[in-house]
């Protein structure tokens, strides 16, 4: 794979998956050349899928992942605000980061799903307030994660207030593993990725769409005098492709979506045509790693089929 950009794979369990599903597409992700396996992080399925055997855990899958793989870099696309109290969540990341030898990616979101929160107990307050609770919970990971060996961390804010607290352990990665963020939001959304991002990410939007995006992000990181190159671009596109017209539609038909629409929305079509969507992307938007979002983890030889016909050309 091109070392100057990245495909990674990107799972959503929740759909119905174990961590024997997730293990064995992580390992076929590295030994075919992935850059990264990420997943969501999710607890109630999406649509008309049934989601049995039911959901797993991020950062247990993570963890687990982190010691039977040795190459991939591990992420979540996004880890939800709502679902940890940031203190804990910083130690379990940083944790997970030592397991790994360094190879964390932390993706965080504020959190959207609201069925997840009702049907598993999980509070789930208004927009404002859970956008509020995640701009102090990013300052707090990653000031626990970033405060030196020999100090202590405190915080005193309107949702979350931490005293004398050790910040241990430490992540692998110093000062921290990288930060992404994500999502649409026109204001708020830029404004925190350019305070706490290494990566910003745009999933399931149209070229001009993120193209106006990463431009916001741009702006916000502007108007704090940041380097908007030290915020790397990425997106995320559901997968679909086939060697002929016949293989792109068994591919389609079983993760429940038209060939039609995969090819405007998603990553669809022949390896040529794949390949000229990426390049379109990487033109317009300036993204240098493409998530990969896998919805048929039986179908390895879907993985297959990007390493060997499309990888090679990017």
């Not at 307050?125 to 970033?146: K, M, V």
């Not at 106006?212 to 915020?231: L, M």
């Not at 983890?297 to 499309?310: F, G, Q, R, Y």
Request: with cysteine; charged share 25%.
């Amino acid at each position: 794979m091109s070392e100057n950009f990245k495909l990674r794979i990107f799972t959503e369990p929740q759909q119905g998956a174990t961590y024997d599903d997730l293990l064995r597409v992580a390992k076929h992700a590295e030994t075919t050349g992935y850059d990264a396996f990420f997943r969501s992080d999710h607890y109630l399925k999406m649509g008309s899928v049934t989601g049995e055997p039911g959901p797993t855990d991020a950062w247990v899958t993570l963890g687990g992942l982190a010691r039977e793989t040795s190459r991939l870099r591990l992420g979540t696309l996004m880890t939800a605000g709502t679902f940890r109290l940031p203190g804990p969540l910083a130690i379990s990341v940083a944790q997970v980061d030592q397991m790994s030898g360094g190879r964390v990616e932390f993706g965080f979101g504020s959190g959207w799903y609201e069925a997840e929160h009702t049907a598993y107990g999980i509070p789930f307050p208004s927009l404002a307030e859970r956008f509020d609770r995640y701009a102090e919970q990013l300052e707090i990971i990653t000031g626990l994660w970033s405060t030196p060996a020999d100090e202590t961390y405190g915080f005193d804010g309107e949702y979350y207030r931490l005293a004398d607290s050790p910040a241990l352990p430490k992540p692998v990665q110093r000062p921290r593993p990288p930060v992404l963020i994500g999502g649409h939001g026109k204001k708020r959304t830029p404004q925190l990725a350019a305070r706490f991002a290494d990566e910003f990410n745009l999933p399931f939007a149209d070229v001009d769409t993120a193209a106006a995006q990463f431009e916001r992000v741009a702006a916000a990181c502007a108007a704090i005098g940041r380097d908007e190159a030290e915020v790397a671009r990425s997106a995320a596109l559901v997968l679909c492709v086939g060697k002929d017209e016949s293989e792109l539609a068994r591919r389609a038909e079983a993760i429940g979506r038209e060939v039609a629409e995969l090819r405007t929305n998603g990553l669809a079509g022949t390896p040529a045509e794949a390949v000229d969507k990426i390049g379109t992307w990487r033109e317009r938007t300036g993204i240098t790693r493409l998530y990969l979002q896998v919805l048929d983890l039986t179908d390895l030889d879907h993985l297959d089929l990007v390493a060997s016909e499309i990888a090679p050309q990017l």
